[in-house]
């Protein structure tokens, strides 16, 4: 039997087949430059679907107005491309700032209420953003989006190009980046208590640790990741437009992590590829009644179970 | 020299028209091995519930260490050594004890903010919590899912979270209710040993424990402190023999 120490300590840290698949991952863009638009769309509602895992999968916040963010993020870098600066870091800097400052200001609509009222509440959040940005056309362009959106070269040497390839590079690289730092977040004893609110708050509370601020911090940050595939989004696509908080955005996320598996960090990516991929394949096959077969797809999902239905489902075993 | 670590003055707490704690009084001394008893629907439940604040009284006023700690929301009564169990186990279902006593053992050391570290990683930490699993009996199973645990090891867990806070004051409630006869023993055994420098309220039904493990009995009924005293003064007390062997029999079954 393994000790204690390294029992605990062996769910987290990086494996060594992790490293090859990110390495593989990075070198789709250059290998099949024509797909890198996808490869860039699927980094970022990763990063999106591993924001909602912090507060749905590790936390039990149940949310159905996480767009509230990624729209946020989107808007504030795109803004921020047009009127002020066209670099792309500052701008994604810009974008977690201001989704991180978002969250921090909702996060007292969260503390309090059933799951039901939760659910209720952030989509009312990003009802209200998805009618500002509609209403204040003088500034976000209203239903026609915001245009015009000019970006700079990243680092000031690598333009974006038409087949996406730099975009693919720029998001992959943030993913992994706020991928390996969310890691880092559930695995430490913070992310530990957090696991402890999700599963009993009545005894979370009874052994010491505020709920409601861990509720409110793990929010606040996970806004700001949500932010940053927002950014992202605005700043690969050129435009940011109204669907960026429409509830679809929402909703498709806990699809991605209700196929990929919630709490734990694969999750997220795992459901982002398969969701996008499916997407992009049935409505190459059949453009008008994807969502069939992806309705479909979630039924036999949920009733055959996950573990059944996948082929490396021994590799899951043990980790975060 | 006997100092008081944990006092109720004068607890009321009603729900709407009903007074489910009754201006009670009780003083908690330092080292005691001080039972709570009463018949079902005598307000023990909602007595703890006070204490640590699950619940506001509507009257009335508690101290922990000479301190006013009333108003203190409950997190912050267990930072200061308020700590209970819960007659039924509130655990974290997705954890295996080791996880969870690792977790609680670090929230105590001020460790619960840390994100950038691993859990785990603290080794004083980890020593930590394979004492409390050694004391609790709960080696061979800590790396289990607790929800797969058989119910005394899940009671011992319940408690082995509770002492992991470093409690200066530990309420047990009910800390062998629903255990079966075969592993009662163990359990009985670990609550003898807790370390007498903490003080201990246990509210309990089991007779046999109140009186084999109290050096000090308070007997509520309907909400009000009926009586106070050692064990042999209790046992003789003709009040106490009519709630809980007259009348109070059929309390008892209500």
């Not at chain 1, 070269?153 to 390996?180: C, H, K, M």
């Not at chain 2, 079966?180 to 359990?187: F, N, S, V, W, Y």
Request: overall charge neutral.
């Amino acid at each position: 039997m393994m000790d204690a120490r390294s029992q605990l300590l062996s769910g987290a840290g990086w494996r060594w087949y992790e490293p090859l698949l990110w390495a593989a991952v990075f070198a789709l863009p250059a290998l099949l430059p024509g797909h890198a638009l996808i490869v860039n769309e699927i980094a970022i509602v990763a990063l999106f679907a591993v924001s909602l895992d912090l507060v749905l999968g590790y936390t039990g916040i149940v949310t159905l107005g996480h767009a509230a963010f990624l729209g946020f993020g989107a808007y504030c870098a795109a803004l921020f491309a047009k009127f002020i600066h066209p670099d792309p870091l500052l701008g994604l800097a810009v974008g977690v700032a201001a989704a991180t400052v978002l969250g921090a200001v909702c996060s007292v609509t969260i503390l309090r209420g059933s799951d039901l009222t939760r659910l209720m509440v952030t989509q009312g959040v990003a009802l209200l953003l998805l009618e500002l940005a509609n209403k204040l056309d003088w500034l976000t362009g209203g239903s026609d989006g915001l245009q015009g959106v000019m970006m700079g070269p990243l680092l000031g040497r690598f333009e974006f190009d038409l087949y996406g390839q730099t975009a693919a590079w720029y998001s992959l690289t943030v993913l992994l980046l706020l991928f390996a730092l969310a890691r880092r977040w559930v695995q430490s004893p913070w992310g530990a208590t957090l696991m402890a609110v999700r599963d009993n708050p009545l005894r979370a509370a009874a052994i010491g640790i505020s709920v409601p601020s861990r509720l409110a911090v793990v929010y606040t940050l996970a806004a700001g990741v949500a932010g940053a595939a927002g950014a992202l989004l605005a700043q690969t696509s050129g435009f940011a437009s109204l669907d960026v908080f429409a509830l679809e955005r929402s909703a498709d996320a806990v699809l991605m992590l209700v196929i990929g598996g919630v709490g734990w960090m694969y999750g997220g990516v795992l459901g982002a590829v398969v969701f996008k991929l499916m997407h992009d394949i049935i409505s190459g096959i059949t453009p008008q009644y994807w969502t069939f077969w992806m309705g479909l797809f979630l039924v036999v999902l949920m009733l055959v179970g996950r573990e059944r239905l996948s082929p490396v489902r021994w590799f899951k075993r043990g980790q975060a | 020299m006997s100092q008081v670590v944990l006092q109720a003055h004068g607890l009321v707490k009603r729900f709407g028209g009903i007074t489910a704690t009754d201006h009670v009084n009780l003083s908690l001394q330092l080292g005691a091995r001080h039972a709570l008893i009463g018949p079902n629907g005598a307000g023990k439940t909602t007595l703890i519930n006070l204490l640590t604040g699950v619940l506001p009284p509507t009257e009335g006023r508690i101290e922990l260490l000479g301190q006013d700690i009333s108003q203190l929301p409950s997190h912050e009564r267990v930072a200061r050594g308020l700590v209970r169990t819960f007659q039924i186990n509130q655990l974290f279902a997705s954890m295996t004890p080791l996880q969870t006593l690792a977790m609680v053992v670090s929230q105590r050391r001020g460790l619960g903010a840390r994100w950038w570290q691993r859990l785990g990683q603290d080794a004083a930490v980890v020593a930590r919590c394979e004492e409390l699993l050694a004391l609790f009996r709960l080696t061979e199973v800590m790396h289990q899912n607790t929800a797969a645990l058989p119910y005394g090891k899940r009671r011992l867990l319940e408690m082995a979270i509770a002492l992991a806070c470093e409690p200066k004051v530990l309420l047990l409630d009910e800390p062998v209710a629903g255990v079966p006869a075969g592993e009662r023993e163990e359990l009985l055994q670990t609550v003898a040993a807790l370390p007498a420098d903490v003080s201990v309220l246990l509210i309990e039904h089991d007779m046999d424990l109140v009186f084999e493990f109290a050096d000090r009995i308070t007997v509520l009924v309907n909400g009000a402190v009926l009586t106070e005293g050692t064990p042999e003064v209790i046992a003789n007390d003709p009040q106490v023999k009519a709630v809980y062997l007259g009348h109070g029999e059929e309390l008892h079954h209500a």
